[in-house]
């Protein structure tokens, strides 16, 4: 493919630069700006279509269109993998419409655009990591009004999610939730951190790296700036925990990090491996040196 | 001198050119227990609501004499302090229970619901107050893990009763609590609330349309009638010798057993 984008850094043609017209950027940055002042307040904004389905990662395609530069490196997970489909075409997209370079190392990256996972390697100062959201609003499955979650948010009202969590345990014996695990941002909003599993959650708490969230299907953006609190809600009694395996990586070797259990023949013989790919590439290869 | 825990002036509330409720004045004193009466459609629940602060009127204003804060217009406190009120020191029963309820949560949720909203955070804790309020007004502890669908209507009542009791409210408004439910369900909530005002020293206004509920647990009545109050007075003296004619026919209509 003739990479015409990468010569004039005017996308295909007719195309501008990250795909979205300035405009349109214009208005997320600022949608942005609000999100980081007010750490995890949902700001609505004018989502746009995007050439793939809602569901697909419309919501932070927008979010990485409207702050990505020439200078930036950009990385793409999918439940924590460089190699799937969907992070695979984001980061032809990009490379096709913004000219930027891409990555898989999570060092190198100045963007990790990323659905469902937060990179094992931490995060430092000055990287960004742009979430890519279903539903933004962590009450929805207690109030289906979005007039009363509003409500509920703007007077700190959140009893009703602790509700979920009692019940839970009163049929669980535990807080059965393993993913989209809601968090209190910065002492006062409520957050659905995308449905990262609740493993991850530790791991937004004061990092250094800038969070944002993007929902396209429902138009909103929100923030967690860096080194801000971000605390899994739980009971005195019953702490919040996070997954933990007998089995190490099949692969690496690593106790640390998220597996994901694969089944791998017809008797039901199963393997743990990292679903962090790139993190558990680094460690193969600095084995094998 | 007490002050009156609620005291509502000229309270008029209209819809279009319909009027409600029209000019409504009376005080509560604490501990009392006043009845509104009337024919469906006279306005009853329409004036509760207002009462309660879940609709504003459009003339006159309705005092509360807070535990600790003084006296507070009702309807000009900002929202969040009077949704504050409304979880804390009062207490709503819905003639539907389903309305007062949350129908997908256990009934332990329900009842810990406002003790998680006012920050208890601990699971044991809230757990064996939740046990203790369903065994309070008499339901099984082995229904503590239930949702309310699976509950009767008059435990649907009960349970309700209890989630709004559970913060220790002093006042408390009730539209119907009774109603839809047979007569033998109906009198043992009668006795079951009669117990809980009486102990726990509780305000109460109770919108009903049976007269035997109001004879069982009002101290005072008010009658209306197309929207006005048209009689108050105390429960027994009203029912033995009701004046205006309006009151004299719902009397004379209450079935001989």
Sequence with gaps: MPDTVQQNGHGEGAYNYAYLDEQTKRMIRRAILKAVAVPGYQVPFGGREMPLPYGWGTGGIQVTAAIIGRDDTLKVIDQGADDTTNAVSIRRFFARVAGVATTTRTEEATIIQTRHRV??????????????????????????????????????????????????IARHGRI????????????????????????????????????LYGAGREKRIYAVPPYTSVKSLDFEDHPFEIERWTECCALCGSTESFLDEMIVDDT?????????????????????? | MTTPILSAKGVTKRFGGRVACRGVNFDLWPGEVLGIVGESGSGKTTLLNCLAGRLIPDEGHVAYETAS?????????????RRLLART???????????????????????????????????GDIRRTA??????????????????????GGM??????????????????????????????????LDLLRGLVDSFHLSAVLVTHDLGVAR????????MHGGDIVETGLTDQMLDDPQHAYTQMLVASILPV
């Design chain 1, 119 to 168: 990179p094992e390697t931490s995060l430092k100062d000055g990287q960004i990591l742009v979430f890519q959201v279903p539903i933004p609003e962590p009450l929805r499955m207690l109030e289906p009004r979005e007039t009363e979650t509003r409500t509920l948010h703007a007077l700190c009202e959140y009893g009703v999610m602790q509700v979920s969590l009692y019940e839970s």
């Design chain 1, 176 to 211: 059965a939730k393993t993913y989209n695990y809601p968090v209190l941002v910065n002492g006062r909003y409520i957050m659905s951190p995308s449905p990262i599993p609740k493993f991850d959650n530790p791991k937004l708490d004061r990092n250094p790296a800038l969070q």
């Design chain 1, 268 to 289: 039901g013989k199963r393997r743990f491996i990292c679903s962090d790919t790139d993190y558990c590439q680094e460690r193969q290869d600095g084995q094998r040196r």
């Design chain 2, 69 to 81: 804060a003084g006296t507070v217009d009702v309807h000009r406190l900002p929202e969040a302090r």
């Design chain 2, 89 to 123: 020191e009062w207490g709503f029963v819905h003639q539907d229970a389903r309305e007062g309820l949350r129908m997908g949560a256990s009934a332990g949720a329900n009842i810990g619901e406002r003790l998680m909203a006012i920050g208890a955070r601990h699971y």
């Design chain 2, 131 to 152: 046990s203790d309020w369903l065994t309070r007004v008499e339901i099984g502890l082995d229904r503590l893990d239930d949702r309310p669908a699976a509950y009767s």
């Design chain 2, 156 to 189: 649907r009542q009960r349970l309700q009763i209890a989630r709004n009791l559970v913060s220790n409210p002093r006042l408390v408004f009730m539209d119907e609590p009774t109603g839809g439910l047979d007569v033998s369900v109906q009198a043992r909530l």
């Design chain 2, 216 to 223: 069982l647990l009002t101290h005072r009545l008010m009658v």
